[in-house]
């Protein structure tokens, strides 16, 4: 193709940005984006997706050759000053052909559809600013006439912003979700644009690494899977903060929790523990690296840790290696379900007790507010037990789920009009 023509496909081609996300560092965070970009443009061939980051200076490197721009939705006060300024400007009637003083609001202009890929961020739970710190790019869009499409979310709950809510998301293109509690809050919300699709998380995806990769990432970082069965571990940073409003302090340090109870497990069963961070920052007191050594401190009996950073696909490929996995991160839950890998998950919204609802599975959910170490070290028992029959449920219920991840694609896809133009001035 010469350079004209080139050219040409690049003017028709289809055209996304990708909102919402949070940073690479953030593993099922990046995992998701990744599934999304390779994915899409297996689907539809020649589409130019652009990912928009509070932290470009991360993730640029991680994401490439796909593009990364400035995301500035977290700087409240200017991003509402820039939706004010995009809605007086649509109420004249006039219509941009660039905007000069956000290159995210810019790449919206020249998007055909505005995706919202950020997991669980519209919703409440981690309080009202951050809520609405997420709708900032879903308003600038709507503001601007763009199809917004929120992909594969478990939504909700609201309070304060829940108008604001009714009102972006009723005017949604599309909205698939990841689990039925968020049908069920939507359908509440009263929202009247188009029924959410149930889908699954994209993480279902997502391919592991080569095992000759992960062979030699253990071996690197000193692992040895023995005779005895490994469990693996994934922290939270959550179990550091005693003021979130998800953990009641009355029922004890969850971190303590957690410490005497891997250490009963590991001596009562005679099992192997593997600590799995899945997020690595971007500060310090988010980087479970951290959790993980202030756990293994408490601990009589030293569990094995990953100290390094790993891509997605690799962290996946070192669950695999588990027998059973007791997991506060939702992905690297996932990682392990569709590895075949027994999940005791301790969770502290609905997505969780959702996706593993999907599978059958929402019994083996421990909620983290009143969670106690009797409970989890019962919880751990009972898995173990149980992890012939969970794995054939697994086998069984596993397909199915990766064809609904699988229609995320297929629906964005549907509703985009490739090389879409509007009447700019």
């Known amino acids: 193709m010469d350079a004209q023509g080139s050219k040409q496909a690049e003017v028709s081609a289809t055209r996304i940005l990708l909102t919402g996300t949070y940073c690479s560092v953030n593993k099922g965070d990046a995992c998701m984006q990744a599934v999304f970009v390779l994915e899409f443009q297996r689907y539809q061939r020649g589409s130019l997706i652009t990912i928009a980051s509070p932290f470009p200076e991360r993730d640029v490197a991680y994401y490439a050759p796909t593009p990364v721009i400035k995301s500035r939705r977290r700087n409240l006060l200017l991003a509402t000053f820039h939706w004010v300024m995009l809605e007086f400007l ?75 809510a009714r009102r972006i998301l009723s005017r949604a293109k599309l909205i698939t979700v990841r689990d039925q509690v968020s049908v069920g809050l939507l359908e509440r919300l009263q929202h009247s644009g188009n029924s959410p699709i149930h889908t699954a998380d994209l993480a279902f995806l997502l391919k592991p690494a080569e095992d000759a990769r992960i062979d030699e990432l253990l071996t690197a970082e000193g692992i040895v899977i023995g005779s005895r069965p490994l469990v693996g571990v994934s922290v939270s940073a959550l179990l550091l903060n005693r003021n979130n409003r998800h953990v009641d302090v009355d029922t004890g340090d969850k971190l303590e929790v957690f410490a005497r109870a891997l250490d009963t497990v590991s001596e009562r069963l005679e099992v192997d523990l593997l600590l799995v961070p899945h997020v690595f920052g971007p500060r310090s007191n ?72 999907d599978l059958g599975l ?15 070290i019962e919880g751990i028992e009972r898995l173990l ?25 297929e629906a964005v896809a549907r509703i985009i009009a490739p090389g879409h133009e509007g009447n700019a001035l």
């Open 90 to 164: 649509s109420a004249l009637g006039i219509r941009l052909s660039r905007y000069p003083l956000s290159e995210e609001i810019d790449g919206m202009i020249h998007a055909d559809a505005v995706v919202d890929l950020s997991g669980d961020m519209l919703t409440e739970d981690y309080g009202p600013l951050v809520g609405y710190s997420h709708f900032l790019p879903l308003m600038q869009a709507q503001a601007l006439g763009r199809p917004v499409i929120i992909c594969a979310q478990s939504v909700g709950p609201f309070h304060r912003l829940t108008p604001l």
């Open 286 to 357: 988010a980087d479970d690296r951290e959790v993980c050594e202030r756990l293994a401190q408490r601990m009589r009996y030293a569990p094995q840790r990953l100290r390094g950073e790993y891509r997605p696909e690799e962290l996946k490929g070192v669950i695999a290696r588990c027998d059973a996995f007791v997991g506060c991160r939702m992905h690297a839950n996932i990682a392990a379900l569709d590895s075949i890998v027994p999940v005791l998950a301790v969770g502290y919204s609905h997505k969780t007790r959702g996706i593993l609802a």
């Open 362 to 376: 929402d019994e083996w959910v421990l909620p983290v507010a009143h969670l106690t170490t009797i409970q989890l």
């Open 385 to 409: 037990k149980a992890a012939p029959c969970y794995r054939h449920q697994l086998k069984e219920r596993l397909p199915a789920i990766r064809v609904r991840a699988g229609e995320n694609i």
